[in-house]
């Protein structure tokens, strides 16, 4: 089944700073992927999500993340972070419902935690 | 609306109680789906809805969970004798189609304490 890891339990950056989540997937073929944002006592936000195509995704907030096949990878990257990013964030991975893989519902990764420093 | 309504926002209850949560998905939006997260981080799939018919209910704890979606009314998911470790945030999320999930939109979740 198609899964993610997200090898970064908690992360700490200045505000400012530069800003990588990594998000490793498992699936053979091209996979979708997706990009959460939960803040604190707040829902799920869709950031980004990539299908197929460009391998560089632009989303909301600023962020950004790069397909990359050849490491399995899909990391959510922002040039610039603001104190209000700081929250869990949270990669996925559509899973197929029923045997035609015609219905699907998601996977996710355990979450990065990002804490911003002023 | 445009957004997923889930109520109520905290939930307490006591050991052995029922617990009942709401979910008005966004209209229009034919799969409603459940998911509860549990330590804080990790998402487990509960079950899923295709207007009111089960689609997919492979996460459910049967023997205390059930889930309901009717028409005209919000969708429920009941635990009928709540254990400490029912203790989670709850989500609910729909979507208008369920081919592909990129319609997916979230509520912003029930937290359920179980005392």
């Known amino acids: 089944a198609q899964s993610v890891t997200q090898p970064d339990i908690h992360i700490t950056v200045s505000e400012g700073a530069s800003l990588e989540l990594r998000c490793n997937y498992s699936y053979g073929a091209t996979p979708y992927l997706f990009w959460y944002v939960q803040s604190p006592g707040q829902g799920l936000q869709l950031l980004l999500k990539?299908?197929?195509?460009?391998?560089l995704v632009q989303g909301i907030k600023g962020f950004e993340a790069e397909f990359k096949r050849s490491q399995s990878s899909f990391n959510l990257r922002k040039p610039s972070v603001h104190w209000s990013d700081a929250a869990e964030y949270f990669c996925a991975v559509p899973t197929a419902m029923n045997s035609g893989g015609s219905n699907y519902k998601l996977t996710f990764g355990k979450g990065t935690l990002l804490t911003v420093n002023p | 609306g445009e957004e997923v309504a889930q109520t109520p926002k905290h939930l307490v209850r006591g050991e052995g109680q029922k617990a009942k949560l709401y979910c008005a998905p966004i209209?229009?939006?034919?799969?409603v789906f459940w998911y509860q997260q549990v330590l804080k981080n990790e998402f487990k799939f509960l079950i899923s809805?295709?207007?009111?018919?089960?689609?997919?209910e492979t996460g459910m704890p049967k023997e205390r969970f059930s889930a309901k979606c009717l028409p005209n009314s919000p969708c429920s998911l009941e635990i009928q004798a709540t254990k400490l470790e029912d203790s989670a945030v709850y989500f609910c999320?729909?979507?208008?189609?369920?081919?592909?999930?990129?319609?997916?939109?979230f509520g912003s979740g029930t937290r359920l304490t179980v005392v």
């Open positions: 999320a729909s979507s208008q189609y369920g081919r592909v999930p990129y319609g997916y939109t």
């Open positions: 209209k229009g939006h034919s799969y």
């Open positions: 809805f295709q207007n009111e018919n089960v689609f997919d």
């Open positions: 990539y299908f197929s195509g460009d391998t």
